[in-house]
């Protein structure tokens, strides 16, 4: 099993980036999709998620309206649209698969928002 990131990296504040996540080695379709954020010194927080069925999402209240998770269930491919970005959305973000008692975590990838 791997959930792999990928599209962070430097960009200015009001700038976007767009995260990817690859899965493989399970049945990526049924999964419900998350993204997560930690910032230095703070605790992981939920920014957005993507359901298996209807593809239904919910956003973190601070992100709402600026980023956008989708999902490509023929490429097993998760995505996070961040748009008009923040210093303060700083953080290393991890992809996360969720089924009936099973949880994935990828290895993360650093955002950082800076002039």
């Known amino acids: 099993v791997q959930l792999v990131e990928s599209g962070g990296g430097l960009v200015q504040p009001g700038g976007s980036l767009r995260l990817s996540c690859a899965a493989s080695?399970?049945?990526?379709?049924?999964?419900?999709m998350s993204w997560y954020r930690q910032a230095p010194g703070k605790e992981r927080e939920l920014v957005a998620q993507i359901f298996s069925v209807g593809s239904s999402t919910n956003y973190a209240e601070s992100v709402k309206g600026r980023f956008t998770i989708s999902r490509d269930n023929a490429k097993n491919t998760a995505y996070l649209q961040m748009s008009f970005l923040k210093p303060e959305d700083t953080a290393v973000y991890y992809c996360h698969a969720r089924s009936v008692g099973i949880r994935y975590w990828g290895q993360g990838t650093q955002v950082t928002v800076s002039s």
């Open positions: 080695g399970f049945t990526f379709s049924i999964y419900d």
